[in-house]
Every structure is written in structure tokens, then in C-alpha cells.
């Protein structure tokens, strides 16, 4: 695929969805979309947009109004474009709709793509999906909002230009996206290290409590229900948690498992050296990249922590070289 645009000529219908629990690279992504085909497609062209409810702070994207949060299995759309998501089953309520359609796209950035569409538009080595669709964008017809949606994925998606996923190229295209005028400095405050005041007193419960574990190269830290219940927290407000777990010094792993039900456990982790915890979510029906993965899995937090920990530790030992 060259430019999106080539693809959807032909469309009357297109529909546009992005992963469950949507993150910034998800939301930038699909909200940039939304606004180029709305830009350079005929008005009587019709384009819906699925996502789950999204964290307010990253609604700084002009139009997330528009977002639809159900899909009342009315209509097939001609092509259906999914984006920053690994597998079918991430897309959630609107794969129902995915399924349905005519012709289906897949655009995304994470090595375990399983290539569930039609067209298959999965680039491992970029930093994030906004970083691929700015290939499949022509720059002069990135305005204003699309460029803010698109610098917002990669921002967060980079940690800021921090993780390892940064390359030359993804601030090249950073710097062409600030030319177009994105406020960067409140963008990157507001939706990146700006926390409310029950999300710090999480973070810091979750630092308080964390163990470290295989000779203090593994961190661990987890939330229960009940926890979450008491600070009538979300699971957006557990964003970061991870991040702070992993710049602990010496560790090679960070784990953070959060509960979302009777014995079922969202897990995140982050490696700093060799460890590749995408191999662990994925050994447990995750996904995600070598240095940043995730998985759900069942059972109590004891079994879920210590299944975790037979994985990381035999890399350890191997010295990532099995
Ligand atoms: P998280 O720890 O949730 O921030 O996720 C880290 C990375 O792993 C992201 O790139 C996610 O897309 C991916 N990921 C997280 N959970 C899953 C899952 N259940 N299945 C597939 N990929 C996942
Ligand atoms: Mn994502
Ligand atoms: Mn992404």
C-alpha cells in the first residue's frame, strides 16, 4: 500500500476502529484517520468511527464527540480499517462489524500482527500506528488536528521519544508534524505526565507494595478490585504505574497485574535489557513488542504472578539466547 486514499476510491461506506481499553497511539491514530478521509473524501461518503469510551485527557483531538461506543449490527460497510491492533478479538465490540464488511484493512505496528484482514499493512519497526499512517498520508494534506492526532500516538506510544522504539525517522516525522503548528508542550504536560490526584495516590500505593523478586531483577507490583473500587478508579487511571516500576535500578522486569474480575488478571510488562516479554504474553494469549507486552490471564494473583515469573526466569538463566 502506497497512499490510504488509492485504497478507498471505490467506498461509499468505510468504517474505522481501534484496539480495546484505546491508548494514545490508538486514539491518535484512528481520530487522524477519521479527519484525512473526512478531508479527502467525497461529503456523501460515509465514516464511522468505534471505539470504547476514552480517558478525558486524551480527548484532546478535535471530533472524539463523533466516536461511536456500540455497534448495532446494521450496517456492512464496504471497508473497514483496523488499526493498532495485534489480533481480530482486540478490536472488541466493533468486530462484529470488521467481520461483516466487503474488504477489510489492517494497519499496525506490533511484531504479533497476525494479518487478520484482506490487506495487511503491518510495519514491526515503526514506533507506532501514527508513525505508519503518516507513510500512507501525503504531507500536504495534513492539517492542523490530523497532525495533533498523529503527534499524540506518538508520543505516547515513544514514552516521548524515550523507549527504544524511537528511530531517526519517527522525529523526523515529529519535527515535520510540529511545522504544522501541534502544541507539543501542553500536549505532551496535559496527556502524558499529567495525573489526577487518585492516580498518584495509586501510583504511589502500587510503589509502596511492589516486591522485588529473582534476586531483585524482577519488580512486581498489582491492584485489586476491591483497591480500585475504594478509589472509584478506571483502568486508564493504572497508566504509567509500569513505567515508573521499570526505571527501578537493576531490574530487568517490571510486572504490573491489575484485577478486572473473580480471578482474572490484566497483565503488564516492561523489559530493560534482553528479556522479551512479548514471548511470555504471548505463551499466555497476549501480545504486544519485545520490551512492552501484555497479556489477560486467569486464576489467583499467587498463580498468575508465579506462571509469569517460571517464564521470565527461564530467560534469565538462558541469557535470552534460547
Ligand atoms: P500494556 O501493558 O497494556 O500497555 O500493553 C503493552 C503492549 O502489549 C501494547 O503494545 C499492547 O498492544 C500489547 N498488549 C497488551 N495486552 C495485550 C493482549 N491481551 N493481547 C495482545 N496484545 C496486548
Ligand atoms: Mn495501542
Ligand atoms: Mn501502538
Known amino acids: 500500500m502506497r497512499y490510504i486514499l488509492e485504497e478507498l476510491k471505490e467506498a461509499k461506506t468505510i468504517g474505522i476502529a481501534g484496539h480495546v481499553r484505546p491508548d494514545g497511539d490508538c486514539i491518535g491514530s484512528c481520530m487522524a484517520l477519521y479527519h484525512y478521509l473526512k478531508n479527502n473524501l467525497p461529503d456523501e461518503t460515509i465514516i464511522d468511527l468505534y471505539l470504547e469510551t476514552i480517558p478525558d485527557k486524551l480527548s484532546v483531538v478535535p471530533g472524539t464527540d463523533l466516536i461511536k461506543h456500540e455497534f448495532h449490527n446494521e450496517r456492512q460497510y464496504d471497508i473497514f480499517i483496523s488499526l493498532d491492533s495485534s489480533s481480530i478479538d482486540r478490536l472488541g465490540f466493533a468486530m462484529d462489524a470488521f467481520q461483516k464488511s466487503v474488504n477489510t484493512i489492517n494497519i499496525d505496528h506490533h511484531i504479533s500482527n497476525t494479518n487478520f484482514a484482506k490487506i495487511n499493512h503491518v510495519v514491526d519497526y515503526a514506533s507506532s500506528t501514527c508513525e505508519v499512517l503518516y507513510d500512507l498520508f501525503e504531507d500536504d494534506k495534513i492539517d492542523i488536528t490530523i497532525a495533533t492526532a498523529l503527534y499524540l500516538g506518538i508520543i505516547h506510544d515513544t514514552g516521548v521519544f524515550k523507549h527504544s522504539n524511537t528511530t531517526e525517522k519517527t522525529m523526523n516525522i515529529a519535527g515535520k508534524l510540529i511545522s504544522k503548528g501541534v502544541p507539543f508542550s501542553r500536549m505532551i504536560d496535559e496527556t502524558f505526565y499529567l495525573k489526577s490526584y487518585v492516580q498518584n495516590q495509586l501510583l504511589g500505593r502500587c510503589l509502596l507494595e511492589s516486591i522485588l523478586v529473582l534476586g531483585g531483577k524482577c519488580i512486581v507490583s498489582s491492584i485489586n478490585k476491591k483497591m480500585l473500587e475504594f478509589y472509584d478508579a478506571s483502568s486508564g487511571d493504572l497508566d504509567g504505574i509500569i513505567d515508573q516500576l521499570r526505571v527501578t535500578d537493576g531490574i530487568e522486569v517490571a ?18 535489557g534482553f528479556v522479551d516479554v512479548r514471548k511470555v504474553a504471548a505463551y499466555f494469549g497476549g501480545g504486544g513488542h519485545i520490551k512492552a507486552a501484555g497479556c489477560t490471564m486467569q486464576g489467583s494473583l499467587h498463580d498468575v504472578i508465579n506462571n509469569l515469573l517460571i517464564h521470565i526466569e527461564h530467560q534469565l538463566t538462558n541469557n535470552g539466547m534460547e
Open 255 to 272: 510486572i504490573f497485574v491489575y484485577e478486572t474480575n473473580f480471578h482474572e488478571y490484566k497483565v503488564s510488562m516492561r523489559a530493560n
